[in-house]
């Protein structure tokens, strides 16, 4: 059992909590937002007035804020100055990955061992304890990272150097919302071309044509019976955090000097959807717009 301090308590820090409570950790949490606190307490957690407070008997700090910005600030003025000596921490935010190793550096300075450990697996991963981690620090860091980890995932990657496992998740969504966008053109355009959705689901979900997109969440309503085309497009997975890590990746692919023609196009189309009022719908409503609606 470790003392585990857990900072943000949102949509899957709230149930990351809670299954670290059930891998009996002594949790002390804090939110901002008194109601995402007096869940994670409902949950077993004890309660802790500030980010500081939380931190301050910690062995191992957990957070899971919403940008770069957040966790900047939340190690800056909360967490480096005032965890104990020895502390290990663990940022699972999705945040861009300068930001990622920036905090890491700090760490590292503060003599503290840390790893970035973005997840995927929304909301239902993150309370079912299946998600997936993508964990960027050293051998030994990844090691100590792992056990906690486990009461919280299922499938816990090493990707590298600090800021690998932003990297690692950003090219992923990138190439998520690109295939989405191109499923939906396609099932369009075999419409407008009379073919039966049904059929075309069979043919392109056994052919080259076959991806996740497809498979999970196809953007037509029928064929695959849980996707959010099924229920107006409820989420999922919201189109306004499609955009942000869209955004994330075109920043990475400034600040590396890659050429992402189609992730830039793709950040484009989901900022067009998100400002039309969509941000709260599953990515995969974008095939609304394309589809003139
Ligand atoms: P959320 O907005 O539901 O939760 C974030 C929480 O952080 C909020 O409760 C907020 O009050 C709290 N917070 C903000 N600033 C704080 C501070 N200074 N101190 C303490 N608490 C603070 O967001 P979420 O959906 O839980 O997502 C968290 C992170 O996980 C994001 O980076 C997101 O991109 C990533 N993520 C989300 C999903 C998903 O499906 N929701 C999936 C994978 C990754």
Redesign the pocket.
């Known amino acids: 059992m470790a003392k585990i301090a857990f900072?943000?308590?949102?949509?899957?820090?709230?149930p990351m909590a809670a299954n670290l409570v059930k891998g009996q950790h002594q949790v002390t949490a804090?939110?901002?937002?008194a109601a995402?606190l007096d869940a994670a307490a409902a949950n077993g957690a004890r309660k802790a007035a500030s980010?500081a407070e939380a931190v301050k008997d910690a062995e191992v700090v957990v957070t899971?804020?919403?940008?770069g910005k957040?966790v900047r600030?939340?190690y800056e003025n909360d967490v480096l100055p005032h965890v104990a000596k020895g502390a290990f921490l663990i940022d699972?935010?999705?945040?861009d990955v300068d930001t990622a190793r920036h905090v890491a550096a700090l760490a590292e300075k503060a003599g503290l061992a840390m790893v970035d450990a973005?997840?995927?697996?929304?909301?239902g991963g993150a309370t079912a304890g299946t998600l997936t981690f993508m964990v960027g620090g050293s051998d030994a860091a990844f090691a100590k990272a792992r056990p906690i980890l486990e009461k919280m995932g299922k499938n816990i990657v090493h990707t590298g150097a600090p800021g690998s496992g932003q990297a690692a998740k950003i090219v992923n969504n990138m190439i998520l919302g690109i295939t989405m966008i191109g499923v939906a053109e396609g099932f369009l355009m075999g419409k407008r071309l009379g073919l039966d959705m049904k059929t075309l689901f069979d043919i392109v979900s056994t052919s080259s044509g076959s991806c996740w997109a497809v498979n999970n969440y196809l953007p037509v309503a029928g064929p695959v019976p849980g996707s959010p085309a099924n229920r107006d497009f409820a989420p999922g997975?919201t189109a306004e955090?499609m955009l942000?890590?869209l955004k994330l990746a075109q920043q990475a692919a400034l600040s590396s000097g890659a050429s992402t023609p189609m992730g830039a196009e793709a950040a484009h189309l989901f900022n067009l959807f998100v400002n039309a009022g969509n941000g709260g719908k599953d990515f995969s409503g974008i095939i609304r717009m394309l589809d003139g609606k």
């Open positions: 900072i943000g308590l949102g949509n899957m820090g709230g804090f939110d901002l937002t995402a980010a899971m804020l919403p940008q957040h600030a939340v699972c935010s999705t945040i973005p997840v995927s697996g929304g909301v997975f955090n942000k890590d």
